[in-house]
């Protein structure tokens, strides 16, 4: 097992978390995939990270320009000042035309002398960090795959006593039957980038090691995205790796007829459910949860993926939360989420930044349709939202996810996900009809952190805030939409929420 000190950092730092703190020094990786993945940029930061540590570093491009490079980089806003390149077009000047004349066939000529040449460059300047870019051009002068693979095999012998840490570079285009299966068993790693494209939104890319020998790495699928200023990884999350010891507590929202409904509050370390129909009074009561805690002097985030944030806020205020002290003193933040740019991975490393850089200890999503929205093609939908609530579960947040239902009544599910599962408290809202006024109902259906409240209540919410009425006991067949009343109509009338 390679030992801390003699990794090489990637320049990414998604990367390097994945790969357990960097590449293994002085070994012989691949890079694959189709073009557009982000080779080529991932390629220059891993140089670029060479030389700000001072370090010697050579770019062997036989697929693109110096210029061409150079323009990559300026897209980023880098400089490749200090950076060696090696480009195909010194290879032709140095070989001239002299190869024309020779008996041998001319592709056996310009493999040797192009390999050569190599050699020569990096015999010359000796350095610690080789991306050979890309082996489609080496793969196309070897002409045979006996001799594409004793080539490489060479190449491989020939950096091993020279410390070097090289990443060849394959853009896949020859296609699968072309070739050589047997090249991953001559590198030490082989990292696979992948680009999908959606029915809607940008293309997806995502990064997979494939095999990095003697490194307990992070196995699957993780997220990349391409931006300005590099390629970005977002570490696939593992809930079980990121325990933490908290005081199992109650949280209070600050209105007592609210925290009796789930018996005193929703624990830390789990998630509440708020599922109704829009406009029902969900995103308003995970407000009042959060203006309580930020009050108390507690960290919080909300991941707004529906309402703009300056509508949230009017909204909050005109309820009498003035959420903006709390967004001026850090202690709140308000991400806007585009559900059509944003991939899973990404989301659940800005939720794992929350809770680990800002130290969130309640958190809203509004809302999980947004969040179904941002995935649409995703296959494992259920199993990373269950990994991110067992994460922030196991890190002691109280987690609030809004569910918006369709119609008045709605059902128990977004989707295929069946969020009332995964969830450890289900608050359910209701609109009912009553002396000619469309009124709402809230109620709890499931608390797994204790007992809880089987009353239905009336939810009113004007300038004053939020308030409950007493049980319901006029009334039967609320959950259903419409209700019969069973009371009579004195107690209607003189009700404190009846007109």
Not at 88 to 105: I, K
Not at 121 to 142: G, K, N, Q, Y
Not at 199 to 225: C, M, S, T
Not at 382 to 399: D, F, P
Request: proline share 3%.
């Amino acid at each position: 097992m390679q030992t801390q000190s003699s990794r090489v950092t990637t320049g990414v730092l998604g990367l390097d978390t994945v790969i357990g703190g960097g590449l293994p020094q002085g070994r012989l990786y691949l890079l694959e995939g189709p073009p557009g993945s982000g080779k080529t940029t991932l390629s220059l930061q891993f140089l670029l990270q060479g030389l700000k540590q001072g370090e010697r570093c050579l770019y062997i491009t036989l697929s693109e320009t110096a210029e061409e490079l150079r323009e990559v980089a300026s897209a980023h806003g880098w400089s490749l000042d200090g950076l060696h390149l090696f480009e195909l077009g010194s290879a032709e000047d140095a070989l001239g035309n002299g190869r024309l004349q020779s008996v041998l066939h001319s592709w056996e000529v310009e493999l040797d002398e192009t390999v050569n040449l190599i050699q020569a460059e990096v015999d010359r300047i000796r350095p610690s960090r080789v991306v050979f870019d890309s082996l489609s051009e080496l793969r196309l002068l070897a002409q045979d795959s006996l001799r594409y693979r004793r080539q490489i095999l060479a190449l491989k012998q020939y950096f091993a006593p020279q410390s070097a840490t090289v990443i060849l570079v394959d853009d896949l285009t020859s296609g699968a039957d072309d070739r050589d299966g047997q090249l991953h068993s001559l590198c030490h790693g082989v990292i696979s980038l992948e680009r999908l494209t959606l029915d809607f939104g940008p293309a997806r890319r995502r990064l997979q090691v494939q095999k990095l020998r003697g490194v307990n790495f992070i196995a699957g699928y993780h997220d990349i995205a391409i931006r300005t200023g590099g390629l970005e990884v977002f570490p696939r999350l593992i809930a079980s790796d990121h325990h933490a010891d908290f005081a199992e507590a109650t949280l209070a929202s600050g209105i007592t007829e609210v925290d009796n409904l789930l018996g005193g509050g929703p624990l830390r370390g789990t998630s509440t459910l708020l599922t109704g129909p829009a406009g029902s009074g969900k995103t308003n009561l995970a407000l009042q949860y959060v203006w309580a805690a930020c009050t108390r002097g507690e960290k919080c985030c909300i991941f707004e993926f529906d309402e703009r944030v300056g509508t949230l806020l009017a909204r909050a205020k005109a309820l009498g939360i003035d959420l903006e002290p709390h967004i001026a003193s850090g202690r709140l933040e308000i991400m806007q989420i585009d559900p059509a740019e944003i991939s899973p991975g990404e989301f659940s490393w800005n939720v794992q930044k929350a809770v680990e850089e800002r130290g969130c200890s309640v958190l809203v999503i509004d809302s999980l349709n947004g969040y179904v929205a941002a995935m649409p093609q995703e296959k494992q939908l259920m199993l990373q939202l269950h990994e991110m609530l067992s994460y922030l579960n196991q890190k002691g947040v109280a987690t609030f996810l809004v569910n918006p239902q369709h119609g008045l009544v709605g059902t128990m599910s977004t989707g295929n996900l069946n969020v009332s599962y995964i969830a450890d408290a289900v608050v359910l809202f209701r609109f009912f009809e009553a002396q000619g006024r469309i009124r709402k109902a809230v109620s709890v259906i499931k608390n797994r952190g204790g007992a809880h409240e089987d009353t239905i209540r009336e939810l009113k919410i004007n300038r004053q805030g939020i308030a409950l009425s007493g049980p319901l006991k006029e009334f039967k067949g609320i959950l259903t939409g419409t209700p019969e009343f069973v009371g009579d109509s004195a107690s209607l009338l003189s009700h404190p929420y009846a007109g």
